[in-house]
C-alpha cells in the first residue's frame, strides 16, 4: 500500500515511531492505551492489510485473552472481588483490568514495531546514523534485517531438498543438514557485506553518499507536530494526567479540560500517520 508518511525524510519517520514506542512503553492509563492501539491497529492495516488482521485476531488477541486469564487467576490484589475459584482463589476487578493493562501495552508496542519495519527500512537507518554512528548502524542493519533473511534462506534450502529427493530422509537428520547450511550461507552473507562495504569506502571519514531522501518544509511542519505533540504528552506526565493505579482499587485522575486537551493531542500525534495518508489519497482521487 501506498504510503505518503513512508515517503517522508527518514528523520521525521525515526522521530514519529520513537515518540509512540516510547510512549507506548510507559503508560498504564486507558484511555492512552486505547488510543495507542487504535492507531498502531489502524495504521498497521493501511500498510499490511489482510496480513494485519489475521497477525490481530489469529495470534495477538488470544495471547492477550491468555494473559488476562493467566493474571485473573494468579493475582489477587485488589478490593472488588467479582467472584471466587473452587479452590478458593479470589478473581478481583482490579486484576482483570492490571492483566488487561498489561497485555494491552505489549500488544501496542508490538503493533508499532510492525509498522516501523514496514516504514522504516535498512537505506533509512543507514541514512539517520550511518555518518554519526557508521559500524554501529550498519551492525543494526544487518541484525535487523537477520531474520527474515535466514527465514526465506531455509525455505529455499528445504524446497532444494525436496527438489534432489532429500526430504524424503529423516526429518531430524534433515534438519540438522539444513541448518548446516544456513549457518554457512549466513556466514558467509556476512562476509560479503562487510568486504562489499569496506571496498566502497564505507565509514571513512570525508567520503560522499549518495542519498535519495531530502528534507523538506513538510518534512519540517511534521516534525514540529510531533515534538509539540511530545512536549503536551510530557507536560501530562508531569502533571499527573496519565498516571492509573490498579491496587488495591482503580484510581485515575479527575478529569478536566486539560485531559481532554491531552486525550485530543496525543490522539493527533498517534493518527498523524493515518491522517497523512488519507489527506494525500483523497488529494490524489480529487486530481483525477
Request: with cysteine; charged share 15%; glycine share 10%.
Amino acid at each position: 500500500m501506498r504510503s505518503a508518511f513512508a515517503g517522508s525524510h527518514p528523520a521525521l519517520n525515526f522521530l514519529f515511531f520513537a515518540s509512540v514506542v516510547a510512549f507506548g512503553m510507559v503508560f498504564f492509563h486507558p484511555v492512552f492505551l486505547g488510543i495507542s492501539f487504535a492507531a498502531a491497529f489502524a495504521y498497521g492495516v493501511r500498510l499490511r492489510g489482510r496480513r494485519m488482521l489475521k497477525t490481530v485476531f489469529c495470534l495477538l488477541l488470544p495471547t492477550l485473552l491468555f494473559v488476562v486469564l493467566l493474571g485473573a487467576a494468579f493475582n489477587h490484589y485488589g478490593v472488588t472481588t467479582l467472584f471466587v475459584l473452587p479452590n478458593g482463589n479470589r478473581v478481583t476487578l482490579e486484576s482483570i483490568v492490571h492483566s488487561l493493562v498489561t497485555g494491552g501495552m505489549v500488544l501496542t508496542v508490538f503493533l508499532w514495531f510492525v509498522c516501523y519495519n514496514a516504514v522504516v527500512t535498512t537505506d533509512k537507518f543507514l541514512h539517520v546514523f550511518g555518518r554519526a554512528f557508521p559500524t554501529g548502524a550498519l551492525l543494526v542493519s544487518m541484525t535487523l534485517r537477520f531474520l527474515p533473511i535466514m527465514r526465506r534462506r531455509m525455505q529455499r534450502i528445504f524446497e532444494a531438498q525436496r527438489g534432489i529427493g532429500r526430504g524424503e530422509g529423516g526429518r531430524l537428520r534433515n534438519g540438522l543438514h539444513a541448518l548446516s547450511i544456513l549457518v554457512t550461507w549466513s556466514l558467509e552473507g556476512a562476509v560479503d557485506t562487510a568486504d562489499s562495504m569496506k571496498s566502497r569506502g564505507y565509514g571513512i571519514r570525508g567520503r560522499t553518499n549518495y542519498t535519495r531522501f531530502f528534507w523538506t518544509r513538510r518534512d519540517a511542519a511534521l516534525s514540529v507536530l510531533v515534538l509539540l505533540g511530545d512536549a503536551l504528552v510530557i507536560a501530562g506526565i508531569v502533571c499527573g494526567q496519565t498516571r492509573a493505579i490498579y491496587d488495591p482499587y482503580i484510581c485515575l485522575p479527575a478529569r478536566t479540560a486539560f485531559s481532554y486537551a491531552l486525550y485530543i493531542g496525543y490522539a493527533l500525534l498517534c493518527f498523524m500517520p493515518l491522517l497523512l495518508d488519507l489527506t494525500e489519497d483523497y488529494k490524489w482521487n480529487r486530481s483525477r
